[in-house]
């Protein structure tokens, strides 16, 4: 009885990918994040311990697995391949978070005993660098200017305006859910329009 339901629940979550990523269903894309939303965000609460990395982390996550449903196979189950992208995300800031921190090993000595002095990095970008993240600006701000109106607004007012997702629902007069996942997908688009202007180019 219990490989039965996980055989229907695998094809009918395959089935939604199938009209997401096809068809562009908004219904689809909102049944997966209906179903998977609360365990995929409670996972990351036990991994970060923080209720705002997890709740950004959650919504990256289907971001992300949005942007890439092409890439998920009915061999396992979709939750399966949605957690670990999770995880992958987490521990990717991680890494970043390790590589932004000195370690107090990496203090030495020299051959009289004094301590060799650590040049911090000041964290400013150099003139390339800079004209890079400046050209990448530009390219997000056309890109979210390019949008329908509703998901233009959601981005602006989250990432521009730095409002939280209960000031945006009430803003909005919508449900909380209901932000998460316009966000959700005005992210995939704006993924999938940089990577195909990236592609082009």
């Not at 964290?123 to 050209?135: D, K, S, V």
Request: glycine share 2%.
């Amino acid at each position: 009885m219990e490989q039965s339901a996980t055989a229907d629940r695998l094809q009918h979550d395959y089935q939604l990918v199938c009209d997401a990523r096809d068809h562009g269903s908004h219904r689809a894309y909102a049944d997966l994040m209906t179903a998977y939303r609360e365990p995929l965000y409670l996972l990351l609460l036990r991994m970060t311990h923080n209720t705002t990395t997890a709740a950004d982390l959650t919504v990256d996550t289907f971001s992300k697995a949005f942007c890439q449903l092409h890439r998920y196979s009915p061999t396992g189950t979709f939750s399966s391949w949605l957690f670990s992208i999770g995880v992958n995300l987490y521990i990717d800031q991680l890494r970043k978070r390790k590589l932004e921190t000195i370690s107090l090993n990496e203090i030495q000595r020299n051959s009289e005993g004094d301590f060799i002095e650590y040049q911090i990095p000041s964290g400013q970008p150099n003139p390339e660098e800079a004209m890079i993240r400046l050209q990448r600006d530009e390219s997000l701000k056309r890109i979210v200017a390019s949008l329908k109106q509703p998901y233009r607004q959601i981005i602006k007012m989250r990432y521009y305006d730095d409002l939280s997702y209960e000031q945006i629902a009430e803003h909005l007069h919508i449900p909380m859910g209901t932000v998460k996942i316009r966000l959700s997908r005005a992210k995939a688009l704006m993924a999938s329009i940089l990577k195909k202007e990236e592609d082009e180019a």
